[in-house]
């Protein structure tokens, strides 16, 4: 039996540094026919950014999709699956389109591409209708805890990640208890974050990381953060474990 060859790729690209990139995530870059990046209205996308280290840029190459919303709708409104979900049609649509003319096609993915990736909208809608491969890579949080020197879980302690998008009193209901955590997609999300956090005795020992890995990266302890500071989306905090050192 004739194995297919892959034609579609996730391609984990890790957290901001190339050189945090992966041998095989390297290759694909450099071989696939079509560079499939995610972004937002007149920006480059971030994977792609990390890309550059690797890839100049072609525009025969290249395939922007462009996010028709961001955070300006909260994701559990019914008007953000409205605008969302013909968006990954289309774009899975295309993306098959250049499969079935013969060419491979490699989706960037900031971090590794399945935690909380865009792509798995793309990977589950074309998953079985082409031979499929993902790449793994670092994830943001782990860039992060490295770059803050701070072991993340000692022993038998219970690591829990967490959105920041999720409302104060379920943040609070999730973080209490935990030994260590991680609080991804922050931006707007941190006042209500940093309450959660305090409510949970967790405050304390808690970590802002913005773009760890990266050329701008900033690296703060949490009650040390202006109350007013702006944090981008590209920012996360890390609440490292205390259990067992023998
Ligand atoms: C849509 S998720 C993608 C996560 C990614 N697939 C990964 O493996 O880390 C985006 C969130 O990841 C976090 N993030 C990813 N990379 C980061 C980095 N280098 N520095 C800080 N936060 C990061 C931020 O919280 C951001 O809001």
Not at 81 to 108: D, K, Q, S
Request: overall charge neutral; proline content about 9%.
């Amino acid at each position: 039996m004739t194995k297919h060859p892959i034609r579609f790729f996730g391609l984990g690209l890790g957290p901001g540094d190339p050189d945090y990139m992966t041998v095989r995530a390297r290759k694909v870059l450099e071989s696939a026919d079509r560079l499939v990046h995610f972004c937002k209205r007149g920006r480059r996308g971030n994977a792609r950014t990390i890309a550059d280290a690797v890839v100049g840029q072609n525009p025969e190459r290249e395939i922007p999709l462009v996010y028709p919303v961001t955070t300006e709708i909260p994701a559990d409104h019914p008007d953000y699956a409205a605008a969302l979900n013909p968006f990954y049609e289309e774009a899975a649509a295309r993306l098959l389109a250049e499969i079935e003319a013969g060419r491979t096609v490699a989706v960037l993915c900031e971090g590794d591409p399945f935690f909380y990736g865009s792509f798995m909208h793309l990977w589950w809608r074309l998953k079985d209708k082409v031979p499929t491969e993902v790449v793994p890579a670092v994830s943001g949080m782990s860039g992060a805890w490295t770059r803050a020197g701070a072991p993340i879980t000692w022993g038998d302690d219970v690591l829990t990640v967490v959105p920041g998008t999720l409302p104060e009193a379920e943040l609070t209901r999730r973080l209490s208890g935990t030994d260590a955590a991680v609080v991804m997609k922050l931006g707007r999300n941190l006042p209500k974050v940093r309450a959660a956090l305090a409510t949970a005795g967790l405050l304390e020992r808690a970590i802002y990381v913005e773009r760890a890995t990266m050329a701008e990266e900033k690296i703060v302890p949490l009650p040390d953060l202006p109350q007013d500071f702006d944090a981008p989306y590209f920012s996360l905090i890390i609440v490292p474990g205390q259990g067992r050192r023998v």
